[in-house]
């Protein structure tokens, strides 16, 4: 019979060590139980390499050969794990769980359909570890590109509360309600960013190639511009440079590069300056202390901030983590600043045996309804339920201002689009009653 160890707790909060002969890990747990213990991590103990190397090295029937250890195919991981994939494993292994299937067999079935690529070697790793007495979630938590705390954290409750199949339904529920909120924020810029950069290369065209042939035939006339076209023209030799064909500058009069070059790369340039500032913590206190305070785009950032937080938090609750312990992975994994302070206080308030509501309500990062429907919850006892609740509301929330920002996008370019083309016809055509007048006179 196989031996497991175990680590538990007493009735007074003690840490206990030992072991215990079970025929499966769900036997070993209902001893552990029936000893007045809580256990917190249980463990088939590995075979010692002594018994291992004894078994290699039993004789063999004669004329049979011994048997080659099966390698595993060389595979080249390229990228990380999508959060797609994550979501169907998910689902997939808590169907297997709740048909009655041990966790070696469900994960070596999942391993077994996988394409050859980085999960799949992934699934297999973590399947030897638990063949190898590892509990499911200690096997997951040495894999954080595939399974981040949040989730490995939750599988560990599911665990020790023997309600795995159930946990993670939930994380697959909630992993698909976070990919379709992103789904629809990012599908709601892609049209907006392709008009805009098809209207910013139109305007660059007209600057460069059709600006310098009607300033060349103003010159042939030799009569005042009006102040806009001079301006026009002006845009379009810093825009070209003084020559149409000239992309960069002169590298013998040491000119600096055509306004062209600033149009193209400054974004760039602007997007990897942000990029580095995320990297230091003061840099991204200050970008998402300014995200919150963009008109309209402010708002949405609020409204998914408060959605994520919501929902992440409120799931760890039901799974049966320990509210610290869910308080302090909703604040890693928030994605804001602002929101990992207010947290940060949430958790130093709870542990001092206050309230969560309050030092919320003080922070001032959240609506009053969101702070009065968390402190009901928490006053009974439905904590968990009352911030998916929140986090529905949120969503729906967040799907509303999409709406209402396309139906403000499409018209405020058109506007924007049409103001420049007819800046820049009108400043084309001012000149030409001049110049027929000019042409008049002359014949």
Known sequence: ??????????????????????????????????????????????????????????????????????????????????????????????????????????????????????????????????????????????????????????IAAGEIGGVLDIILRRLADFMEKAQRLKK???????????????????????????????????????????????????????????????????????????????????????FLLMKLMRMSKGGRAILDQVKLKVPILGGLVKAGSIARFTRTLGTLISAGVPILEAIAITRDTVGNNVYERALQRVHDSIKEGESFAAPLREARVCDLLVVNMIDVGEETGELDKMLAKVADNYDEEVDNMVRTLMSLLEPLIVVVLGLVVGTIVVALFMPLPTLIQSVTNSS
């Open 184 to 270: 629809r924020i990012v599908g709601a810029m892609i049209y907006p960013a392709a008009v805009i950069t098809v209207a910013v290369l139109i305007v660059l065209g007209i600057m460069i190639f059709v600006i310098p042939q009607f300033k060349d035939i103003f010159e042939e006339f030799d009569s005042k511009l009006p102040a806009i076209t001079m301006g026009l023209i002006n845009l379009s030799e810093w825009i070209g440079g003084t020559n149409a064909n000239q992309w960069f500058g002169s590298p013998v009069s040491g000119s600096a590069p055509p306004g062209v070059v600033y149009v193209i790369f400054g974004p760039i340039v602007i």
């Open 1 to 154: 019979m196989p031996t497991f160890q175990y680590e538990a707790m007493n009735q007074a909060g003690q840490r206990q060590k030992g072991t215990v002969e079970a025929a499966s890990s769900d036997d070993a747990i209902a001893r552990i139980k029936s000893q007045g213990y809580f256990p917190t991590n249980v463990r088939e103990k590995k075979v010692r390499k002594r018994e291992t190397a004894a078994a290699a090295a039993a004789p063999t029937k004669r004329g049979s050969k011994p048997a080659k250890a099966k390698k595993d195919p060389i595979t080249i991981n390229i990228g990380g794990v999508g959060q797609k994939a994550i979501t169907q494993f998910s689902r997939q292994m808590s169907t297997l769980q709740d048909a009655g299937l041990p966790i070696l067999r469900s994960l070596q079935i999942l391993a077994e359909q996988e394409k050859p690529g980085l999960f799949k070697n992934t699934l297999s790793q973590i399947a030897a570890d638990v063949e190898g007495g590892s509990s499911l979630s200690e096997a997951m938590e040495k894999h954080p590109k595939a399974f981040d705390r949040l989730y490995t954290k939750m």
